[in-house]
T-cell receptor, first 115, second 111 residues
């Protein structure tokens, strides 16, 4: 199984600022995804991070607010821009390994609090 | 992907079997049933998946009805560490499509 690390694990930020979250995988993976989990809620998919091209965003999420980079098959970043208290959430990186089982693995998450 | 419905919450006594149901009445022939769980403050963890046959691994068993419209995840001897939110998801395999989560079932294992 893939081992995923995220940095930072948590942060407290002021409104109006931006935070970049890093996701590192210990092996090359085809697909990387970013999810948001607001307090007491289930996970919501933000976007699929495509290697070498623009990310594919889900309805309700836009590139200007959540720019994503994926420079190679083991690394991606998600930036939360111009933050407001409503952006306080856990942000999770997820990867799909190559292979027929298509299991999806999740990182430990980044807990963001915006004040 | 087909939608799933699960009970919002369940309790289970420690040491007893936990049976978590999931309805997926609109599942397609090429869609698998996947189960994940999320222990508090951690990322979701893969548990098991199956197409139409019952499956068992070191964590759990998955029972899928013959018409594939529902399934049950069984934790044979629940422990306090099994307290978590359990998500039932259907998706096409092999596929690199995203996993979409519903609200899941919050399982509380009681001493």
């Amino acid at each position: 199984s893939a081992v995923i690390s995220q940095k930072p694990s948590r942060d407290i930020c002021q409104r109006g600022t931006s935070l970049t979250i890093q996701c590192q995988v210990d092996s090359q993976v085809t697909m990387m995804f970013w999810y948001r989990q607001q307090p007491g809620q289930s996970l919501t998919l933000i976007a699929t991070a495509n290697q070498g091209s623009e990310a594919t965003y889900e309805s309700g999420f836009v590139i200007d607010k959540f720019p994503i980079s994926r420079p190679n098959l083991t690394f991606s970043t998600l930036t939360v821009s111009n933050m407001s208290p409503e952006d306080s959430s856990i942000y999770l990186c997820s990867v799909a390994e190559q292979g027929s089982s298509s299991e999806q693995y999740f990182g430990p998450g980044t807990r963001l609090t915006v004040t | 992907d087909a939608k799933t419905t699960q009970p919002t919450s369940m309790d289970c006594a420690e040491g007893r079997a936990a049976n978590l149901p999931c309805n997926h009445s609109t599942i397609s022939g090429n869609e698998y049933v996947y189960w994940y769980r999320q222990i508090h403050s951690q990322g979701p963890q893969y548990i098991i998946h199956g197409l139409k046959n019952n499956e068992t691994n070191e964590m759990a068993s998955l029972i899928i009805t013959e018409d594939r419209k529902s399934s049950t995840l069984i934790l044979p001897h629940a422990t306090l560490r099994d307290t978590a939110v359990y998500y039932c998801i259907v998706r096409v395999v092999p596929s690199y499509d995203k996993v979409i989560f519903g609200p899941g079932t919050s399982l509380s294992v009681i001493p």
